[in-house]
């Protein structure tokens, strides 16, 4: 069975950080490229950050010097690790699994699988 899981979402403080993290079964990472999106209560699904399947790294503006993606195919798993963290960083965190191994921070047919997301939340 295909499946992406994220984890490692939680609450954290403004300032703070949290890595999560993108595993695959079913099918192995190495010629994707994956997707992190978020969306927040009342707002669009955002792109936040992609890697490619040879490890091009590409960030919204937003995040840029604060967000590192990474991939670690011997374990079949993406992260995102999210420093000084922002109340505006809130939202539910998706992954998503590119086949085409090109990857975009834009939503498309080219992402064929998605995980079911995880929860962060930047708050005093």
């Known amino acids: 069975q295909v499946q992406l899981v994220e984890s490692g979402g939680g609450l954290v403080q403004p300032g703070g950080s949290l890595r999560l993290s993108c595993s695959a079964s079913?099918?192995?990472?190495?010629?994707?490229?994956i997707g992190w999106f978020r969306q927040a209560p009342g707002k669009e699904r955002e792109g936040v950050s992609c890697?490619?399947?040879?490890?091009?790294?590409y960030y919204v503006d937003s995040v840029k010097a604060r967000f590192t993606i990474s991939r670690d195919n011997a374990k079949n798993t993406v992260y995102l690790q999210m420093n000084s963290l922002k109340p505006e960083d809130t939202a539910v965190y998706y992954c998503?699994?590119?086949?085409?191994?090109?990857?975009?921070?834009?939503?498309?047919?080219?992402?064929?699988?998605w995980g079911q997301g995880t929860q962060v939340t930047v708050s005093s």
């Open positions: 890697i490619s399947s040879n490890g091009g790294t």
């Open positions: 998503a699994a590119d086949r085409t191994g090109w990857g975009s921070l834009t939503e498309g047919p080219n992402y064929a699988y």
């Open positions: 079913g099918f192995t990472l190495d010629d994707y490229a």
